[in-house]
């Protein structure tokens, strides 16, 4: 069943895949969250874009030089324009000794894609991307998670979704359109510590998790956060020694790009 386990009853951290399983594979193509179920990730974790056409599409920076053969703002091109890039190709370039020829050629994808083949398999963390940036964004996501089904109760109550930002007022507007919807505020490296309590209960008004840089991560600042009534979360480990450091502290999920590693250490 996909059904098992909810966020708040894991008693090890959820281990979400961050833009898939992207130390192996190029980031939010269809190989690396291939490769993140393969590998039994809890969860994928997918950054959200949008064309110059509306259309919202699985891509962290908001220029295409890094990860595509593209030039230029993603807001800039329409999808039709997105769809002749290669996605993966980077990848073999930069990181040789993880290369493999089947990356070359990997497709940019839509939110819709990406929802039609794993969100009835995986659970997803969906971030909103500079959201301040595109208007509507948040009415696009909330369409998309319906159509598809995702938001029918039993996949809010066990959290098989969960939107997230940086930009709480993007949190606030989709808290409007789906009021059950697990919704989780980013918080920038260096941030945590200056909030106050009270800044913590507002977060929780809206948003029932936070995930944190874990650098940031004291034992006594996850005990603040937990015992505000927020589930915590840490970005991003792919080092197996912090990752032990950590697990120390009980949080409910950790995002990596190594989710076979953080599995083995969960279960030594
Ligand atoms: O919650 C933060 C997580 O999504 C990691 O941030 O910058 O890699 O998208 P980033
Ligand atoms: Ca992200």
């Given at each position: 069943?996909?059904?098992?386990?909810?966020?708040?009853?894991?008693?090890?951290?959820?281990?979400?895949?961050?833009?898939?399983?992207?130390?192996?594979?190029?980031?939010?193509?269809?190989?690396?969250?291939?490769?993140?179920?393969?590998?039994?990730?809890?969860?994928?974790?997918?950054d959200?874009?949008?064309?110059?056409?509306?259309?919202?599409?699985?891509?962290?920076?908001?220029?295409?030089?890094r990860t595509?053969?593209?030039?230029?703002?993603v807001?800039?091109?329409?999808?039709?324009?997105?769809k002749t890039?290669?996605?993966?190709?980077?990848?073999?370039?930069?990181?040789?000794?993880?290369?493999?020829?089947?990356?070359?050629?990997?497709?940019?994808?839509?939110?819709?894609?990406?929802?039609e083949?794993?969100g009835?398999?995986?659970?997803?963390?969906?971030e909103?991307?500079?959201?301040?940036?595109?208007?509507?964004?948040?009415?696009?996501?909330?369409?998309?998670?319906?159509?598809?089904?995702?938001?029918?109760?039993?996949?809010?109550?066990?959290?098989?979704?969960?939107?997230?930002?940086?930009?709480?007022?993007?949190?606030?507007?989709?808290?409007?359109?789906?009021?059950?919807?697990?919704?989780?505020?980013?918080i920038?490296?260096?941030?945590?510590?200056?909030?106050?309590?009270?800044d913590?209960?507002?977060?929780k008004?809206?948003?029932d998790?936070?995930?944190?840089?874990?650098?940031?991560?004291?034992e006594?600042?996850?005990?603040?956060?937990?015992?505000?009534g927020?589930?915590?979360?840490?970005?991003?480990?792919?080092d197996?020694?912090?990752?032990?450091?950590?697990?120390?502290?009980?949080?409910?999920?950790?995002?990596?790009?190594?989710?076979?590693?953080?599995?083995?250490?969960?279960?030594?």
């Amino acid at each position: 069943s996909p059904f098992l386990t909810t966020e708040a009853e894991v008693t090890a951290p959820l281990t979400i895949a961050h833009r898939g399983a992207s130390f192996d594979a190029p980031e939010h193509t269809f190989a690396a969250y291939d490769l993140a179920m393969r590998q039994q990730a809890d969860v994928i974790e997918i950054d959200l874009q949008m064309t110059r056409d509306g259309q919202l599409v699985a891509f962290h920076d908001e220029t295409l030089e890094r990860t595509t053969d593209g030039t230029g703002l993603v807001r800039n091109q329409t999808l039709a324009q997105l769809k002749t890039l290669d996605a993966g190709s980077w990848f073999n370039d930069k990181f040789p000794e993880r290369a493999r020829a089947e990356f070359q050629g990997e497709q940019i994808r839509t939110l819709d894609e990406v929802l039609e083949r794993y969100g009835h398999r995986m659970k997803l963390n969906i971030e909103m991307k500079v959201p301040e940036q595109y208007d509507g964004m948040e009415q696009k996501v909330f369409e998309s998670l319906k159509n598809h089904g995702l938001l029918a109760t039993p996949y809010l109550q066990n959290r098989r979704i969960v939107v997230e930002s940086f930009t709480s007022d993007s949190l606030k507007k989709l808290k409007k359109l789906a009021p059950g919807l697990p919704l989780n505020q980013s918080i920038w490296k260096g941030d945590i510590s200056q909030l106050s309590d009270s800044d913590l209960d507002h977060i929780k008004s809206y948003a029932d998790s936070v995930s944190i840089h874990y650098r940031d991560a004291t034992e006594k600042q996850v005990r603040r956060l937990k015992s505000s009534g927020l589930l915590v979360r840490f970005y991003t480990v792919d080092d197996l020694t912090e990752m032990d450091r950590l697990s120390a502290y009980g949080v409910s999920g950790v995002y990596t790009n190594r989710p076979k590693e953080h599995i083995m250490m969960k279960s030594e």
